[in-house]
Nanobody
């Protein structure tokens, strides 16, 4: 059974940094498209960043230049390094994994940025 377990969320002041981790179980991690999404209260879930199996990356405009997505295939883990955090970054952050017909989500980790 494939599982995704996020960690690293928390409370941080504006301008601070956090690093989120998502550990994946199961096979074929290195071939998976991995992404981070977020959902703020009352809003739809939105893409934050994603990284392909070839390490190509894509970022949402609001986080460009502040967030960096990376992956470690040996550890089956994807990371989201977040700098210069803003109150509007406050949300539950979810890890997503796609490979073939599989499209799975983690349980989410809360990120709260205080002003």
């Amino acid at each position: 059974q494939v599982q995704l377990v996020e960690s690293g969320g928390g409370l941080v002041q504006a301008g601070g940094s956090l690093r989120l981790s998502c550990a994946a179980s199961g096979s074929f991690f290195r071939f998976s498209l991995m992404g981070w999404y977020r959902q703020a209260p009352g809003k739809q879930r939105e893409l934050v960043a994603r990284i392909t199996s070839n390490y190509s990356t894509e970022y949402a405009d609001p986080v460009k230049g502040r967030f960096t997505i990376s992956r470690d295939n040996a550890k089956s883990t994807v990371y989201l390094q977040m700098h210069s955090l803003k109150p509007e970054d406050t949300a539950v952050y979810y890890c997503n994994r796609r490979h073939g017909a599989y499209d799975g989500w983690g349980q989410g980790t809360q990120v709260t940025v205080s002003s």
